[in-house]
Every structure is written in structure tokens, then in C-alpha cells.
């Protein structure tokens, strides 16, 4: 599977923005998706995933309340709606599809088959 990841910008705190993930091919609803991002000098880190089916998700502490992952199967996307944004989230972020169905291995890159391009997000302070 192919991912094109679009929506980043340059936001001031307290802002929105709502990213997206479109999946080539027929087999998108097969897939845990997943978005991570990384900052400069730092390791790519875990933001948050979601079922195959969407019933269940997971976030990183440190965007739990900011952040929504949702996904439209028959749309082949997956969505990151960011909202009251900080300095600190400040990154590239990466979508990602992962066939596991161990939902112990969420958080893991590796657990990840395929990684889109990613797209910028600034926030200004």
C-alpha cells in the first residue's frame, strides 16, 4: 500500500489543523493505522492509532484530549484533527499501516509495514 499524507501548515498555539492519510489499493480496511511524528534531533515518536475498523484508538499522553485519529474505509483515509495546538507539536508527521492485529505493539514503530512521506506541521508560539 501506497500513503500520501497532506494537511500540515504553519499554525500559531492554539490553532487547528486536520491532517490526512490516503491509502492506495483495495485492501485499506486490512490495516491498523497509525500517525507518529518527529521533531528535529529527537526519534520519531508514536502519536496516536486506530483499528482496522475504527472501534478503538490510542494516544500518547502527551495529546490525549488535543488530538482525534479517525478513519473512512471507504474513503481509504485516515485523519489526525489536531486542535488547541502547542509549540511543542511541532514536527513532521508520518502516517502509517501496520497488519498486526496485536494491539500490544500500537506504539511500536517496527510493528509498522508502510510509512508515508510525511507533512510538516509548525506551530508558532
Known amino acids: 500500500v501506497q500513503l500520501q499524507a497532506s494537511g500540515g501548515g504553519l499554525v500559531q498555539a492554539g490553532g487547528s489543523l486536520r491532517l490526512s492519510c490516503a491509502a492506495s489499493?483495495?485492501?485499506?480496511?486490512?490495516?491498523?493505522m497509525a500517525w507518529f511524528r518527529q521533531a528535529p534531533g529527537k526519534e520519531r515518536e508514536f502519536v496516536a492509532a486506530?483499528?482496522?475498523?475504527?472501534?478503538?484508538?490510542s494516544y500518547a499522553d502527551s495529546v490525549k484530549g488535543r488530538l482525534t485519529i479517525s478513519r473512512d474505509n471507504a474513503k481509504n483515509t485516515v485523519y489526525l484533527q489536531m486542535n488547541n495546538l502547542k509549540p511543542e507539536d511541532t514536527a513532521v508527521y508520518y502516517c502509517?499501516?501496520?497488519?498486526?492485529?496485536?494491539?500490544?505493539?500500537?506504539?511500536?514503530?517496527?510493528?509498522?509495514?508502510?510509512w508515508g512521506q510525511g507533512t510538516q506541521v509548525t506551530v508558532s508560539s
Open positions: 502509517a499501516a501496520s497488519y498486526s492485529e496485536s494491539w500490544s505493539t500500537t506504539r511500536s514503530r517496527p510493528a509498522y509495514d508502510y
Open positions: 489499493g483495495r485492501t485499506f480496511s486490512s490495516y491498523r
Open positions: 486506530i483499528t482496522r475498523r475504527g472501534d478503538r484508538t
